[in-house]
């Protein structure tokens, strides 16, 4: 649920920017304003918070526990969910320019983000009430947003490109939980070290992916970013397919 709002408040954000600027000439750094004063507010709120106390551990106990990356299910998923972000920040990040340059639908370029958004709101609405298998639903999901990415990639309409950014966010909507929710199962004694762990791999993804992206749009154009993405999505459902000690993980 709480992935589900995240994703509502990303499909209102660039309406709202747009129109803000559009309709009332504000300027382009309040968004960055409204930004600094919302995290300012939630720092204090998290100040004020009393976190429960936990037992102190043994240094060969604690060593023990977080080993994390020993064991092979764990860095399968650390994997995927680092491959998982670099895809998600390969849409939002680039979808504007697919719509301006190569489309010539600039005047589309916030609806084709929000479309994504949609897609992954009510994506992560309908999973979150159905009972699924884990490792159906990653290579199901995978396997989808490569299909939607490869559309994209060759679509030269704006309206099949819009639908397919809807498409590709809701492929995208139940793996990141599905992802974080199997990794502090497999320490279920360290599980905030586990999710700790899985959150640097969406960092490193975000960090490294828009670099890749850019790379690829220079040296094949903006199609051959789009195949590049897809071909990360296959890698991901691929690697989770073989993964043969993950049967009884995820």
Known sequence: ?????????????????????KSRHVSWR????????????????????????????TQKEAKARTNFF?????????FSILLYVGLENGISYFAESLFSVRLSAGDLAAAAISAYWIGM??????????????????????????????????????????????????????????????????????SAGAAGVMSAGCGIGGMVFPVLMGIACDCLGLNGAFYFLAAVALTACFRLEFEKRLKSKV
């Open 30 to 57: 309040l968004p960055f304003l409204i930004c600094a004063a919302a995290y300012t507010l939630l720092a204090l709120l998290l100040l004020l918070t009393v976190f429960p106390k936990r037992q102190a551990l």
């Open 121 to 190: 709101t009510v994506s992560r609405m309908l999973f979150s009430a159905v009972l699924r298998n884990p490792k159906k639903t990653l290579i199901g999901c995978f396997l989808a947003s490569a299909a939607f990415l490869l559309a994209l990639a060759v679509s030269k309409y704006p309206t099949v490109s819009l639908m397919c950014c809807f498409g590709a966010g809701f492929s995208y909507g139940p793996i990141w939980s599905t992802l974080v929710a199997q990794a502090p199962g497999l320490f279920p004694e360290a």
């Open 1 to 21: 649920l709480s992935q589900a709002l995240l994703s509502l408040g990303a499909v209102i954000s660039p309406f709202l920017v747009q129109w803000l600027q």
């Open 70 to 78: 020993a064991s092979r299910a764990f860095r399968l998923l650390f």
